[in-house]
């Protein structure tokens, strides 16, 4: 297995997995090399993402599976319940704010409603695609990760409309 990445630092070290730090968008990935490719987050942030799925399904040994896994930007109602209507506010507030801060430097939120497609135009078949969404309660999992993101993006946050001590609340929100 290869686990290929521009930064590599979380990725943990296996004796099963080939650890490569590159960008997949320079990167020759052969033909017919991988038993499987799996892209998770990867697509929708490149500015080049048709030619890397092309890539990447030429990539794959015949009748390897391709796994794309994006982040439905489309879907925006993202709150099912939180403890105030603050709360659910400020959700909104920091998705909306984090979108268009991703926009503008290249990502395509609309990727996961056009990858069927692309995946069907680059000749894949057997094509599935899979919508998912769950809750999470404020202080676990999704919270969480949208506290670390928030840090990680902490000066386009405030830059896109976001005042200080509100990135610092998304974990409880």
């Not at 070290?13 to 038993?35: F, I, K, N």
């Not at 942030?45 to 994006?70: F, M, T």
């Not at 439905?72 to 109602?77: A, E, F, G, L």
């Not at 395509?108 to 135009?121: C, F, L, P, Q, V």
């Amino acid at each position: 297995m290869t686990a290929l990445d521009t930064d590599t630092q979380h990725v943990l070290p296996h004796p099963l997995v080939d650890v490569v730090q590159a960008d997949v968008s320079a990167t020759d990935l052969g033909t017919a090399e991988y038993d499987g490719v799996h892209a998770r987050l990867v697509l929708i942030h490149l500015p080049d993402r048709r030619e890397v799925l092309g890539d990447l399904a030429r990539a794959l040994k015949p009748g390897a599976p391709l796994v794309i896994s994006e982040w439905d930007c489309d879907y925006r109602d993202l709150v099912l319940d939180a403890p105030s209507r603050a709360d659910g506010d400020l959700i909104d507030k920091y998705v909306e704010t984090l979108i268009s801060f991703f926009e503008t430097i290249g990502m395509d939120s609309t990727w996961a409603s056009k990858a069927n497609r692309a995946m069907r135009e680059e000749g894949l078949e057997e094509i599935r695609t899979v919508t998912y969404a769950a809750s999470s309660a404020g202080g676990t999992g999704t919270c969480l990760l949208n506290a670390t993101v928030s840090q990680m993006v902490e000066g386009p946050l405030l830059a896109g409309g976001m005042t200080p001590d509100e990135p610092a609340a998304l974990p409880r929100a």
